[in-house]
């Protein structure tokens, strides 16, 4: 099932230079890209700071949430106009992992249309607000809303973001751009190290995102603290790392979890394995770093560095670092 909006915007004849602002912290900086404003389709950096709550009366729950996400994701234009974006981390989505929708001409240059889905009881209902300039930049917002009705069992989840985004280069491939700096390296066990190229197809999207839960869970106080790391690529392929800690009540929460879907570099760590379960296998260790880039005081790119080993002594780094020039 596919998430489906119809985007209008306005084309018009501006300068095809773009001064770095909205996404990249602030206005004035003094990165400058030349792009084209005739598709949407390349590799945009895009920041969403995002809030959240989750209230079930049965279970006696009610979590708060806020999330920071920082992103460089390639926009992809389709046969048929529309564009294809992965959702790679921004988690507003539940039954898709990526956002399909369509350019028409109009004057406005607002995409304002609501869409929902509905299985059994539960509902689920989107309400996008994006403004798009000249095919090289959008901000706005989506707010999402949860819900379920049935007798025995409530639940509301609210979740608004606010998004803002810049188109940095109109490049396809992240290791061939020229607007953009980057370093990747990574290392399956005792395996060759591979750069961006090797891997089995280039990125489509490099993600970093803190979160922050707190409230009452099953009648219990909770303070949680997640650290997530992905690089997603052409293929649909993906490598994450996710850290949590904090409390549910008096019990310690360190959970610790990745895995790897890209043939080179493919493996997993969860939490917990059941023993009956021989595909699972548990986290021995996992260490991540991340964090947002500045030049001259303004969010010009990401950086993070991830090593994990399993329980069967499978080791996986990823480390990389994107910024524009």
């Given amino acids: 099932m596919r998430a489906i909006a119809k985007v209008f915007i306005k084309i018009i004849a501006i300068p095809i230079w773009i001064t770095c602002m909205t996404a990249c912290g602030g206005s004035n900086s003094d990165v400058q890209l030349p792009l084209n404003t005739q598709t949407l389709e390349g590799i945009w950096m895009l920041k969403s700071m995002q809030t959240g709550s989750y209230r079930s009366d049965e279970t006696n729950t009610n979590l708060n949430s806020v999330r920071e996400v920082y992103q460089f994701v390639y926009i992809i234009e389709l046969a048929d106009g529309s564009y294809f974006m992965p959702e790679c981390g921004l988690d507003l989505l539940t039954h898709d992992d990526y ?86 390296s990574a290392q399956l066990n005792s395996g060759i190290e591979l750069a961006l190229m ?24 909770t303070t949680i603290e997640q650290e997530t790391m992905i690089v997603l690529d052409h293929n649909g392929k993906e490598a994450s790392f996710s850290i949590e800690t904090g409390n549910f009540g008096e019990e310690v929460i360190d959970h610790k979890t990745y895995t790897s879907s890209m043939a080179s570099l493919f493996t997993s760590g969860a939490i917990d394995c059941a023993d009956s379960d021989d595909a699972c296998i548990d986290t021995k260790s996992l260490s991540l770093t991340q964090s947002s880039i500045s030049k001259n005081s ?28």
Avoid: W
């Fill in 298 to 325: 303004y969010i010009n790119g990401i950086r993070a560095n991830a090593v994990a080993v399993n329980e069967n002594e499978e080791s996986l780094r990823i480390s990389f670092s994107i910024e524009i020039k």
């Fill in 99 to 184: 956002f399909i929708f369509a350019i028409e001409g109009s004057s406005d240059g607002v995409l304002d249309s609501q869409f929902s889905y509905q299985i059994g009881e539960d509902q689920e209902i989107y309400s996008p607000y994006l403004v798009f300039e000249n095919n090289v930049k959008f901000s706005g917002s989506i707010d999402v809303v949860n819900q379920n009705g049935e007798d025995l069992f409530t639940y509301q989840d609210i979740r608004h973001a606010n998004i803002s985004a810049i188109k940095v280069s109109g490049s396809r491939d992240f290791h061939t751009s020229n607007e953009l700096a980057i370093e990747f």
């Fill in 198 to 221: 090797d891997i089995d197809s280039d990125a489509s999207c490099m993600t970093i995102s803190s979160s922050h839960y707190s409230g009452m869970k099953l009648g219990l106080p």
